[in-house]
């Protein structure tokens, strides 16, 4: 038994994040007010290739801002995933728009292409691929399918920073993408999102809704055209977003080792499928994951308890969302139940050693009875 408890997230903070931070806060005033904010949307422009970045307060808040720009309004239908955090699909309400909820591919959890396809009427203006937990959508499909309808695309990459389908990366695809930087995720900042986006006239329109709808001309500086929001991210969080941007690489690594240290000893159990990446995709492995195939002595729940009283935290997978009472849909998506109802994120955080990774493992099959 170990004397400490073992977490599902955990962000990794050295000496360059105090530093930065340290900096922001003792020199990040007055005409030093954005310069960590400017260098990290152009970190994000450089390594993404893309035109244009904007940092948000949240995720949530970028793809409100973001649907918003694509046109999305009353009674508009907008294509969301079954399984994702509800995040995805409020911004659809926010709107005032109708989100319909599609099933995902067995094998990455993702958007399935096909349903998404038969979910297209008249009404659909936008689609919300999302990169679940690390894994990217099959975006080149529903590219395709999404210039054949005409329907706008917002690339859901809240937790995948560095995901890639075919090489290229999640969140250059679409025509708007939106990352989180919550406390939780790869990168982190406390609470914070980003915009990227090559189209110069949405970037106008949602850099206009971020300043609380104030004028595009720079001279006319209090007159409000529209309304807006405050969605803004603080220097100092972007001191500390900088400083976790610089060792991306090393963030992704290791949550990829974590997840190997999981596949070497569960990989090859009978009854239970990790969420591995599929050969198009580089998975960030955000959140290392089980699916339990089998019926074992214990069901999903039963075991998220019994590693709980072995001092090991999991969360379950999303439940179906459309189940939730606000959206009184009646829709059956069979491969997101599925994995709703039988699935765990395992702990994943940065600072996992590889024994808390056994003694994660051992534990699982200990009380599955393997
Ligand atoms: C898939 C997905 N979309 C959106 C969000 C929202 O991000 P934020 O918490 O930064 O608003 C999250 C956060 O967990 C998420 O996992």
Redesign the pocket.
Known sequence: MINYKILTAGPSITQKEKSYVNDAVTNGWNENWNSYILKLENAFREKFNVKHALLTS??????HMSLRALGVGVDDEVIVPEL??V??ASVVNYLRAKPIFVDVDKRTWTMNPKSFEQAITGKTKAVIP????GHPSKMDEIMAIAHKHNIKVLE?A??AIGATVNGKYAGTFGDVS?F???G??MLVTG???IIITNDDDVFANIKQYSEHGRSKDPDNTFWIETIGYKYKMSNIQAALGLAQFERIDELIDKKRLVFSWYEERLGNLPGIALNQEASWAKSIYWMSSILLEDNFKLDRDGLMRALKSDGIDTRPVFPTISKYPMWKSDCINPAAIEISSRSINLPSGHNLTEADIEYVSDSIIKNLGI
Do not use: I, M, N, R
Request: hydrophobic residues 40%; proline residues 4%.
């Open positions: 949240s995720c949530t808040g970028a793809l994702t955090w995040a995805s999302v990169h679940l937990y859901d809240a937790p939106a989180s930087f919550q939780a995720k609470e914070g999102g």
